[in-house]
């Protein structure tokens, strides 16, 4: 089965600055798909970014951006101009087929 | 966007009684339905996978007869505790997907309570 690490249990950020999640995957798959999603206090799982393991062009929505790394197995989030309502917990995702796993997450809080 | 409705949001039962939990894709035909578990503070745990008309697939752990996973149509899937204890209490997550590898669509959950 596919395992998918989060080594951040907790990070911080000053409003507007940029942070980084990391996220490393590890499978035997070529083809796959790799999500973010954002968990803030409500509990719903809200999609923040997706990447296709055959696309080398990283994705990028609005002030979210990844670096995917598909050699190293690595699938970072980068998100710019942080604002308060970005604090929640952020899951790294690996899809294939019927297999859907997430990391443990990370808890992002953005300081005013 | 597609929608995923998972009901109820809340249920309170006694320790032995069954609960039924309903996850319904309102606006597209959901042929894998995922359901997971989560902790207070923890990742979502994946129980099992189900694809319509077919047995659920069980992860490692996970007690097929006391997580009763029922996929009977494209836009349905049920997860039924049955006699539940106080440890079942948790929330339960549901996702679906329609093409394969699209991203999961995820119901609000539901938060069990077993007394």
């Known amino acids: 089965a596919q395992t998918v690490t989060q080594s951040q249990p907790e990070m911080s950020v000053q409003e507007a600055e940029t942070v980084t999640l990391s996220c490393t995957y590890d499978t035997s798959e070529n083809n796959y798909y790799l999500f973010w999603y954002k968990q803030p206090p409500s509990r719903q799982m809200i999609l923040v970014i997706r990447q296709e393991a055959y696309k080398q062009q990283n994705a990028t929505e609005n002030r979210f951006s990844v670096n995917f790394q598909k050699a190293a197995k690595s699938f970072s989030l980068k998100i710019s101009d942080s604002q308060l309502g970005d604090t929640a917990m952020y899951f790294c995702a690996f899809h294939n087929n019927n297999d859907m796993r997430f990391g443990a997450g990370t808890r992002l809080t953005v300081k005013p | 966007g597609a929608v995923v409705s998972q009901h109820p949001s809340r249920v309170i039962c006694k320790s032995g009684t069954s609960v039924k939990i309903e996850c319904r894709s309102l606006?597209?035909?959901?042929?894998?339905m995922f359901w997971y578990r989560q902790f207070p503070k923890k990742s979502l745990m994946l129980m099992a996978t189900s694809n319509e008309g077919s047995k659920a697939t069980y992860e490692q752990g996970v007690e097929k007869d006391k997580f009763l996973i029922n996929h009977a149509s494209l836009t349905l899937s049920t997860l039924t505790v049955t006699s539940a204890h106080p440890e079942d209490s948790s929330f339960y997550i549901c996702?679906?997907?329609?093409?394969?590898?699209?991203?999961?669509?995820f119901g609000n959950g539901t938060r069990l309570t077993v007394t």
């Open positions: 996702s679906a997907s329609a093409p394969r590898n699209s991203p999961l669509h």
């Open positions: 606006d597209f035909q959901a042929t894998t």
